[in-house]
């Protein structure tokens, strides 16, 4: 199991992480549930501090930006948003030091529940503030709390909407860059959340040798699209060339292509 100690905030998908003095696992919660179905998950919270130290676990919602990064949003504010569906069991917990704690995380998918759904559970250590730290929170208008995020998704099992496309490619090389640089865009057109593999492959349209490279994987949520970066070693041989981003994203879907002709002078 691979730890990584960072501090205050994490959108890490492994399934463990470290903040400060605490940890949890796993940090993405897949549930499976159909409608009027009730699911329950565990949580581990382990006090790796010398001091009993209180945790509050809160409920957010979560978008996704056109660069596949996570902006946290109030809870409900998200179509897809399943946080009303979500109870924390116990939501706030006291450990002792090196104690650990089993939390039960139970969705309750209502009738309408179709859909992919999806949330974040935050992990934050409960600070009680000195007089001293409240006057200098009260200046700078910040408090900087150790907190670890939970992904929760939520897709029934009997959904098997997959469906994406890959287009828009195009070279963003820039002067000096050691490497052809590349641009395409994943849209997830379906209704499941998707890994999306994209490699590039290289064809030379007069010897006809092709190469692959540069093997990119991201996950893509639906009604959402990503941009993705590929690179290749520089095109030396004179000639013409086809190059090919591929998508490969499982569930037994065609690949999916988009091509662009390039020209070696």
């Known amino acids: 199991m691979i730890k990584f100690r960072f501090q205050f905030l994490f959108f890490v998908f492994t399934q463990l992480v470290v903040a400060q003095e605490f940890e949890v696992s796993p940090v993405l919660i897949n549930f499976?549930?159909?409608?009027?179905?009730?699911?329950?998950?565990q949580l581990t919270l382990i006090n790796h501090s010398a001091k009993p130290q209180k945790y509050n676990l809160k409920i957010s919602d979560f978008e996704i930006d056109p660069d596949g990064n996570r902006k946290i949003v109030p809870s409900g504010s998200n179509k897809r948003s399943c946080a009303d569906w979500i109870?924390?069991?116990p939501s706030i917990i006291e450990l002792n030091p090196n104690q650990k704690a089993q939390l039960d995380v139970i969705i309750t998918v209502p009738k309408e529940g179709f859909s992919s759904r999806w949330c974040m559970i935050h992990v934050e250590v409960a600070k009680e503030q000195t007089a001293f730290e409240a006057d200098k929170t009260v200046v700078t208008g910040v408090l900087l709390v150790p907190r670890i995020v939970v992904v929760v998704e939520q897709s029934p099992q009997s959904n098997n909407k997959y469906k994406a496309t890959i287009n828009g490619l195009k070279e963003i090389t820039k002067h000096g860059d050691s490497q052809q640089i590349f641009?395409?865009?994943?849209?997830?057109?379906?209704?499941?959340?998707?890994?999306?593999?994209?490699?590039?492959t290289l064809k030379n349209l007069q010897s006809g040798k092709e190469e692959k490279f540069s093997m990119s994987k991201n996950t893509v949520y639906p009604d959402a699209s990503h941009k993705i970066t590929l690179q290749m070693p520089t095109i030396v041989l004179k000639g013409k060339y086809e190059l090919e981003a591929i998508l490969d994203y499982g569930h037994r879907q065609p690949l999916e292509r988009t091509q662009l002709m390039l020209e070696k002078k």
């Not at 159909?34 to 699911?39: F, R, S």
């Not at 641009?183 to 490699?199: L, M, P, Q, T």
């Open 32 to 41: 499976n549930a159909e409608p009027v179905e009730i699911q329950k998950k």
């Open 87 to 89: 109870k924390i069991s």
């Open 183 to 200: 641009e395409v865009v994943v849209a997830n057109e379906g209704d499941n959340v998707i890994n999306a593999n994209v490699y590039l």
